[in-house]
């Protein structure tokens, strides 16, 4: 199994556990087809995957869930597509 898939579970802020699947695919894997990518590849990350996560955060889903396991491109590219729609980024989304 590829190094990208670790399957053990890790604790989040709250305490709960809850699997790290794919979580080196989120911080590397993304950040390296934003960075590295065609085109087509790139747009399947932001749009498939980026705005639709900021959609999900729009209809109620905690994004601070999982904003720690995006790697700084995606992130940045988060922050870069609500400033375009308008939205101001909540704190946590602003670099450290």
């Not at 990208?4 to 087809?33: F, K, S």
């Not at 990518?37 to 729009?58: I, N, R």
């Not at 869930?65 to 992130?75: C, D, I, K, N, T």
Request: proline share 5%; glycine share 8%.
């Amino acid at each position: 199994m590829p190094a990208a898939y670790d399957h053990r579970e890790t604790r989040i802020e709250d305490g709960r556990a809850r699997p790290r699947v794919g979580q080196r695919l989120l911080n590397d894997g993304l950040d390296a087809v934003l960075a590295d990518g065609d085109q087509y590849e790139k747009d399947v990350v932001a749009t498939g995957f980026l705005e639709s996560l900021l959609a999900a955060a729009d209809r109620g889903f905690d994004l601070r869930r999982v904003w720690h396991e995006l790697g700084p491109r995606s992130q940045q590219y988060c922050r870069d597509w609500n400033a375009f729609a308008g939205v101001r980024s909540p704190d946590f989304m602003r670099p450290a």
